[in-house]
């Protein structure tokens, strides 16, 4: 079960930082939101993930709204690069499995 | 890289006829997923395995068989292929530290 919403696509202009919502209102206290994306026909790459508090690595900085309810994932500086599919997904941590949905589509534009 | 490889990266085969697909990884991970993934549908988890010999279903497991008799490799078999499995084909792997998963290149399988 897909238990996030993502827009379908959204689009951002090379240099500026692209925000990318995620509603996930029905979280529970111990599930994670991790986000992946995929460039074109590759296979999915890990980005970020976090439980409560914002995170922020190399690729990306996650913010989590205090009622857990929906995050962003924000790329400061969005290239040409980022154009990808990017996907939200809710875990639990003893749970293995992972569900996809169909992910929101960036279009970087020069 | 994390060290995962699906064979073949291709392959064309007819309906009814059975289909191998193998993933490998070089990471000792202990859990490893195959996925599939169709226009419209972004990827949909067919089986996954937790261990050697030790498999679970996903969502589309329907037509689909795993079997994990060593660390390394996790088959995925089409007993018998239809054309409704012509699909793109992820094998994961994943740390279980973290819950990262790392994927592999895919496989582009076409049942005519």
């Known amino acids: 079960d897909a238990k996030t919403t993502q827009p379908t696509s959204m689009d951002c202009a090379e240099g500026r930082a692209a925000n990318l919502p995620c509603n996930h209102s029905t979280i529970s206290g111990n599930e994670y939101v991790y986000w992946y994306r995929q460039i074109h026909s590759q296979g999915p790459q890990y980005i970020i993930h976090g439980l409560k508090n914002n995170e922020t690595n190399e690729m990306a900085s996650l913010i989590i709204t205090e009622d857990r309810k929906s995050s962003t994932l924000i790329l400061p500086h969005a290239t040409l690069r980022d154009t990808a599919v990017y996907y939200c997904?809710?875990?639990?941590?003893?749970?293995?499995?992972?569900?996809f949905g169909s992910g929101t589509k960036l279009n970087v534009k020069p | 890289d994390a060290g995962i490889t699906q064979s073949p990266r291709h392959k064309v085969t007819e309906t009814g006829t059975p289909v191998t697909l193998r993933c490998h990884q070089t990471e000792n991970h202990r859990y490893m997923y195959w996925y599939r993934q169709d226009p419209g549908h972004g990827l949909r988890l067919i089986h996954y395995?937790?261990?050697?010999?030790?498999?679970d279903k996903g969502e589309v497991s329907d037509g689909y068989s795993v079997s994990r008799s060593k660390t390394e490799d996790f088959l995925l078999t089409l007993e018998s292929a239809t054309s409704s499995q012509t699909s793109v084909y992820f094998c994961?792997?994943?740390?279980?530290?973290?819950?990262?998963?790392?994927f592999g290149p895919g496989t582009r399988l076409t049942v005519t």
């Open positions: 997904i809710v875990r639990e941590l003893n749970f293995n499995k992972f569900y």
């Open positions: 994961a792997i994943m740390s279980r530290e973290n819950g990262e998963q790392y």
């Open positions: 395995s937790y261990g050697v010999k030790d498999t």
